[in-house]
């Protein structure tokens, strides 16, 4: 496993961004924080050199990505307690934390394993599942689900204007067995002109595929209903989301929940500098939010 942990080496997004979000350092006392997508760890590994009294409890439903977490944050000793969960899933008890990070949608580090088959780039087995112990793959939806399903899938969470047209494409021509036979397949979906341009055809449909294998609105609406009750009173909940369907959802439910006070009133993005650094950060949007004070009687 130490050559996959190595993958999960990444830089983290928007670091001071969310050390400011969170008012890391600013607290007083041993305090709890709760990282709900700890990945390789580099987002929790800052918080934790930056506060030197925190207790981290920390989150993946990635079972790669925990070792790696385990390896990183290993010399912060039992300051740090990890747990293999969805974070729509997650159980605190009767747990506060007085900071929680979410860092939601795939990471570079999954993208980047060819065999997890989140990417195209390269022959890999349709794949796509976060968490490797459920069943559902990408090939059993592709392979499986008939053609409205598929169109209103690729239409609803990829916003592919062409999805009837590749999940026609699809029928005909299934089964697939990896990520570049469904990528070219999807290619022919478009004129010519455009198979080759900035983003590929087949971008929208597998961040579709991506995001209905691992349920992961579903669960990000679950966490954002939940995750203010763990807060205490003047708490922070900062999310970083990467696409349009992911910021909309966090918007919505930060100006609908009176639990909360919205503390960025736009999302905060990255510098050219630190795009520049690290492309991921290009299509990163933070946002914060904070615990209401109990009214007093």
């Known amino acids: 496993m130490a050559e996959e942990s190595r993958t999960f080496q990444h830089v983290p997004v ?14 007083s006392g041993s305090q709890y924080f709760l990282d709900a997508t700890v990945g390789g760890g580099g987002h ?34 039992d300051r740090v307690t990890l747990h293999h969960t969805n974070f729509g899933n997650f159980d605190p ?9 979410a860092d939601i949608g795939v990471s570079s580090s999954q993208l980047d394993t060819p065999e997890r088959g989140f990417s195209f780039r390269q022959a890999a087995p349709l794949d796509m599942r976060m968490n490797q112990h459920q069943p559902l793959s990408a090939a059993d939806i592709v392979n499986h689900w008939d053609e409205v399903e598929l169109a209103n899938l690729i239409y609803g969470y990829g916003e592919e204007r ?13 089964p697939f067995q990896t990520t570049t036979e469904l990528a070219e397949a999807i ?8 198979r080759y341009g900035r983003i590929h055809p087949a971008t929208r ?14 669960m990000l609406k ?21 696409h349009s369907l992911e910021d909309r ?18 999302p905060v993005m990255a510098t050219e500098e630190e795009v520049q650094a690290n492309p991921r950060a290009r299509s990163a949007k933070l946002r914060v939010a904070e615990k209401v004070m109990a009214a007093s009687n």
């Open 44 to 77: 929790s590994a800052l918080m934790l050199q930056k506060d030197e009294q925190m207790q981290l409890v920390a989150l993946d439903q990635d079972t790669i990505a925990l070792q790696a977490a385990q390896q990183k944050l290993a010399e912060f000793g």
């Open 187 to 194: 290619a022919h979906c478009v004129p010519k002109k455009y």
């Open 222 to 242: 679950t966490f954002l209903a939940n995750a203010p009750e763990w807060l205490l009173p003047g708490g922070r909940l900062v999310i970083i989301s990467f």
């Open 14 to 27: 928007l670091p001071e961004a969310v050390l400011t979000g969170l008012k890391i350092g600013n607290t």
């Open 205 to 218: 449909t597998f961040q579709a595929l991506r995001i209905a294998v691992n349920a992961e609105l579903e």
């Open 162 to 174: 062409l999805s009837r047209r590749i999940a026609r494409k699809i029928l005909e021509q299934r």
């Open 249 to 266: 959802i966090v918007k919505h439910a930060f100006r609908q929940d009176d639990r909360l006070k919205i503390v960025t009133k736009k």
């Open 93 to 101: 008890g009767a747990q506060k934390f007085i900071g929680i990070l």
